[in-house]
């Protein structure tokens, strides 16, 4: 059965720019694109200017890659630093201009400036060394080590310094789960859910919390988001299925087995589970459950662990 106490993997940083593919390098240069960068081009140039310098936090200056996007046209062009950390960029269209700035080993910098027709303040860009790859290294540690509070500060600070890797809130959620701390495990599995909605196991994880604060229309709302076509096995949905019917929620299990028999009617399991589930939701109405079992002893094999039941609970059904 899905659960916290898999070990989070460590995760990779990739700063990635987000911006168009249309890019220029150099301050109005033409680069190699083609006449559809060129035309993208046209829309952003213009008279405005910014000049600036990139130092770290001691003041020393930093080469890096500069990058300049208008926000109305949303293209633009890049430029590197020279060796003392200043850089200028030129003919650009006066508005709002998306500026970021990337080095390797620093954290990305980003921020957003109105450029005037005349002569624009400098930018005094400061990047702060990037320590996430030591920090994600000792997080994962921690985790393993079953320190999940002082696991989930060090994946914080990861967080902080890169808003935008999604990846990390899978990780603090994972150690608010290893605690039993479901409603804040599900804060963070909603942001990871957020930019991987097709996610089997985020899906399974955030189900499986909400039936911890039980809250089963949540859970099968995630459960129903799962893709039964790419499942490989019927594991996932006899899992909850199970689940449910530990929370006495027979009713949502059957429709969990339901969906596992109808993409893989050749496994035996499920047909067990929902012939169980059925006498729990209606121990009157026999037949369908009684069916199920048949079908159970009929295909699975005389060892399975669950043949010995499936047996006692026919020769109790009349």
């Known amino acids: 059965m899905t659960s916290f106490n898999r070990r989070a993997s460590v995760l990779f940083i990739a700063c990635v720019l987000v911006a168009p593919p249309l890019f220029a390098q150099g301050g109005g240069r033409r680069g190699r694109g083609d006449d559809q960068a060129a035309q993208a ?10 000049s600036g310098k990139v130092t770290d936090d001691t003041g020393k200056p930093v080469e890096a890659r500069v990058s300049f996007v208008n926000v109305e046209v949303n293209s633009g062009y890049f430029i590197m630093s ?7 960029g030129e003919n650009m269209k006066p508005g709002e201009w ?28 400061v990047v702060k060394r990037d320590n996430s790859p030591e920090l994600l ?12 509070a002082e696991a989930r500060a060090e994946y914080m600070k990861v967080l902080e310094a890169h808003p935008d890797l ?16 479901h409603p804040e495990a599900l804060k963070y599995l909603d942001l990871a859910i957020a930019n991987n909605p097709d996610d089997a196991t985020l899906l399974q994880l955030a189900a499986a919390s909400s039936m911890s604060v039980s809250d089963y229309p949540r859970a099968m709302g995630y459960l129903g988001k799962i893709d039964d ?26 429709k969990l087995l339901d969906r596992a028999i109808a993409r893989f009617p ?53």
Do not use: C, H
């Open 266 to 318: 050749e496994t035996p399991e499920p047909y067990f589970y929902r012939g169980f589930a059925r006498l729990q939701v209606d121990t009157k109405d026999t037949v369908a459950a009684k069916a199920d079992l048949e079908k159970f002893v009929a295909t699975a094999p005389p060892t399975a662990p669950e043949m010995a039941q499936a047996k006692d609970l026919l020769s109790r059904i009349k």
């Open 229 to 254: 076509s790419a499942l490989p096995d019927p594991g996932p949905l006899v899992n909850a299925g199970i689940n449910m019917i530990s929370k006495r929620q027979p009713a949502n299990a059957v």
């Open 166 to 181: 999604a990846g990390i809130n899978r990780a603090i959620a994972f150690t608010y789960g290893k605690e039993g701390n």
């Open 137 to 148: 290294t000792k997080a994962d540690a921690l985790y393993k080590d079953g320190k999940n």
């Open 98 to 125: 998306k500026v970021q700035v990337d080095a390797p080993n620093f954290i990305v910098w980003k921020q957003t400036v109105t450029l005037g027709e005349q002569k624009n303040p400098p930018l005094a860009v």
């Open 41 to 50: 081009a046209a829309k952003w140039r213009g008279k405005a200017e910014i």
């Open 82 to 88: 020279k060796k003392n950390g200043e850089f200028k």
